[in-house]
Each structure stands twice: as C-alpha cells, then as structure tokens.
C-alpha cells in the first residue's frame, strides 16, 4: 500500500467503519435511481402534466453531471470528506423538498437540488474506495458495494410502487432522509483522511458554459415535438445556443489552467474509452429504468409494484454481474471483462425491443437482468482501470471525469428517450391509448439497443492490458500504463 493510501485513513483498522458509510451512501443513491420510475403514474395522476414527466429524470441527472466535475476538481483540493457531506445534506435537503412539492414544476426544481448532491456524493464515495484500497482489494470491495445495489434493487422500486399503491408517492422522497442522516453521522464519526495540498484554480467559465449548453439541449429535446414544433423557432434556437456553448466549452477548456473536463487527461486512450463507455452506460440505464414502468402501467394496466419489481429485475443483475467481475478482471484483465458484458447487455437490449410490442412484466424482467447483469461486467472494470492508471492527485478529476460522463449519457439519455415518447404519442391516440404507449415504446427500446450496440463498440476499443498480479498496489497498474502510453 502506498503512504498516500495509508494516511488517507490513518489506521488500516479504520476501513471497515469507513466502508460501511460509504456503503449507506452508496445506498442513498442506489434507492433514489430507481425508486420514482415506478411512481410516475401516480405522481401524473395528482399534479398533472405527464408530457413533463421526464424532467424529473433529466433535470437529476442534468444538475448531477454538471456539478460531478467540480466537485471531483474540489476534493482534489479540500479533500474528499468535505465534499461527500455537503453533497449528502444537499440531497437530504432536495428530498424534504420534493416531499413537500405542490405541483410539477416545484417538484422538478427540487429534483434539481437533489440533482446537486448526488453530483457530490456518487463520485466521491468511488474515489475514497480507490484512495483506501487496492487494486487487488478492490475486487473483494467491489463486492460489498455491489451487495448494497442489491438490496437497493429490490428495495427501490418496490418501495416505489409499495408507496404509490397504497400510501403516497411524497414518501418516495421522504423515505431519504434517515438514511441521508445515518449516512452523515458515519462519515463525521469515523472518515479522517490526510489531503496532498495543493494550489488549484476553478474553471467557472467552463462549468457555466457547459450548463448553459447541455441545459439547452436537453430543454430542447425534451419541449421540441410537444410544447414547440420541432421547426419552430424556440427548439431552432435551443439547439443552437446549445451547440454554440458546447463549443464555446470546448475551446476554453484547452486554455484553462485546470479545466472542468481535461481534455489533456482525455487524450489518453484509456481514460477516453472508458470515459465514453461510461456515457454509453449512462444512456443505457435510465432508458431501462425510467421508462419500462410506465410503459408497462400504461400498456397492460401492470401494478405499480408489479412494474417496480420488473425494474428491479436489472439492478439485481448489476450487482450480482459487479460482485464476480472483480475476480474476472483480475484474472483476464479490465479489456476482456468489460467487452463480455457489453456483449451481454447488447443481447438483452435487443430482446427487450424484440418483445416490446406484446407488454409483460416477466419477459420484461428476465431481458432486463440481462442487460443488468451486461453493465455490472461492464461499469466496474471501466472505472477501475482509468482510477488504477492515475496517481491520487489525479484520481478524483478521473473519477469525477467518468461519473460526469454517466450522469450527462443519462440526462442527454432520458431527454431523447422523452422526446421519442411525447412524439409517439403527440402523433397517436394519446397518453391513455395503450396502443399508443407500446408503440411509442418500443421504439424507446430500438434506441436502448442503438445504445448498447455503441457500448459495445466503445469497450472494443479499449487499450488490451494484462491481469494483474495479486500484490497489485493503487500505484498505476504497470500493465495498464504501458498499454496507455503505448496507444
């Protein structure tokens, strides 16, 4: 184990306490992923509004990918513990709130507090776990965390449709709170870490403009076709003050002296493979997660707890894929690990669209284990490959680099998936014409399976790297630094 590693924590006894906060915080997270999908209906039928619905998915996700940057870039400076707390009372914060909504436009900007502290603490519960363990212990770790999907899985959406059915959806959010708390607590009681001081400058104008641009985007992905015409002159404009500000993003990154997304970093064909594979991942998950709920409520009347455990289905595969990959890794490398699942995952992708148009919440369940159990061979490898290539000064910014990348496939995701659906049913018979929705649908499940399809695409791209050797340390992987240089 290297110092850095070592005095990160003080004492080596001190990481059991240590993961089991990062665990419940894994968890606060884990639960609020899948826990409003299987609400949607219910949360339609008492505010209104259901064109708007993927909002409360986009503008999460949105707020979490534009704030994941800056956060990680801020660790890296105050430490890690600083910034996990404050994303964790932020996200407490969002859930009081959302529970309290009124109707759907307070609650959608209450997602977006929420968005801001997951944005703090998804990163930084995967950077502490890379700064305290090993490579080789972290295929062990990797199989506690997966554990907590687990039961967050199953947890989530049945406690989404549990609460839709027979309480009321507020408790959805209000469920966070003792667990943000508890959470908290264990993080202050026991987490010490000694931080590698060093002077960094924040890149303001690079975070504004990229919130200006993907906040365009999405605004007019998700408006166009439904509260604009796709030609009108709000959706022409959206589109190009969005295209113009990622642009703009683009350039004065290669000029900041500590840029929101090191393009420098990115020039590596290691972390550029991963980091777009964690993109691809992103788009995949919400499109499974947040859409296959309603689909089968407004498709074939399904029970709202009945669809939550369809759902659940996939993020039981994930975990229980993740729990074994470490092992799988260590023995054929990060590479061949990832390309298996991605192969898998585009398998079940293309049968869910296969079966899309006959709605059944069994042959949806078993294609989505499939696909979840493709992305747990696929996201963990990912990561820990571009965390084992960096030193700890870099791997926050790495890790922060590759959770932004999933968070902005998610809300970029959502937001062309919302837009096929409110176009499918603008053109047919409505939201509450069953034909309509399967239709609408499953052409959301063809662009889930395009999604797959570049996963795959992506990971066969990756740098090939040997297994590594069982006293492997969190310095650079040997085997994964040359195959990165060499590329």
Not at 463 to 485: G, H, I, L
Request: hydrophobic share 55%; proline share 5%.
């Amino acid at each position: 184990m290297t110092n850095s590693t070592a005095t990160a924590v003080g004492l080596r006894s001190e990481r059991g306490p240590i993961l089991f906060a990062l665990m419940l915080t894994t968890g606060l997270i884990a639960i609020e992923a899948t826990i409003l999908a299987t609400a949607v209906p219910s949360v339609v039928a008492d505010i209104g509004e259901f064109t708007r619905f993927p909002w409360l998915f986009s503008i999460y996700l949105l707020a979490q990918a534009v704030s994941v940057p800056l956060y990680a870039k801020v660790a890296d400076m105050v430490g890690r513990k600083p910034v996990i707390l404050l994303g964790i009372a932020l996200f407490l914060l969002g859930s009081l709130l959302c529970g309290l909504a009124w109707d759907m436009t307070s609650l959608i900007l209450f997602r977006l507090v929420q968005g801001l502290g997951a944005g703090a603490v998804a990163p930084m519960a995967m950077t502490i776990v890379g700064d305290i363990y090993t490579v080789e212990e972290r295929a062990r770790v990797q199989g506690y965390i997966a554990s907590v999907w687990a039961v967050s899985s199953v947890v989530g959406p049945t406690l989404g449709g549990v609460f839709s059915q027979f309480a009321s959806w507020r408790w959805i959010f209000l469920v966070n709170i003792p667990l943000c708390l508890l959470a908290g607590w264990a993080l202050l009681r026991f987490y010490r870490e000694t931080v590698q001081k060093r002077r960094h400058r924040i890149d303001y104008a690079g975070a504004a403009l990229l919130t200006v641009g993907l906040t365009a985007v999405i605004l007019a992905l998700l408006e166009g076709g439904t509260a604009w015409a796709w030609t009108s002159t709000p959706s022409i404009a959206c589109f190009a003050v969005g295209t113009v500000a990622l642009a703009a993003f683009a350039v004065v990154e290669r000029r900041a002296a500590e840029p929101v997304v090191d393009f420098a970093v990115l020039g590596r064909r290691l972390i550029l493979t991963t980091t777009l594979a964690s993109l691809a991942v992103g788009a995949l998950l919400t499109g499974i997660t947040s859409f296959v709920p309603t689909y089968l409520e407004g498709s074939a009347g399904t029970a709202p707890l009945l669809a939550g455990l369809a759902v659940a289905a996939l993020t039981l595969g994930w975990p229980l894929a993740a729990s074994t990959a470490g092992r799988l890794y260590l023995r054929r490398g990060f590479r061949a690990t990832a390309l298996t699942g991605s192969a898998i995952a585009l398998v079940g992708s293309v049968a869910l669209a296969v079966v899309a148009p006959w709605p059944n919440p069994i042959t949806v369940a078993l294609t989505a284990f499939v696909i979840g159990f493709g992305l747990g061979w696929t996201a963990s490898p990912t990561l820990i490959a571009a965390q084992a290539s960096v030193d700890w000064a870099e791997r926050g910014t790495v890790t922060g680099m590759n959770t932004f990348a999933r968070s902005a496939g998610s809300a970029v995701g959502v937001a062309v998936f919302g837009a096929i659906v409110n176009t499918g049913i603008a053109s047919g018979g409505g939201e509450h014409d069953p034909g309509t929705i399967i239709t609408a649908f499953s052409w959301v499940f063809v662009a889930v399976a395009v999604a797959a399809g570049l996963l795959l695409l992506v990971v066969s791209t990756m740098a090939k790297d040997r297994p590594a050797p069982p006293d492997e340390s969190s310095v650079p992987a040997p085997s994964v630094a040359r195959s990165d240089t060499a590329s």
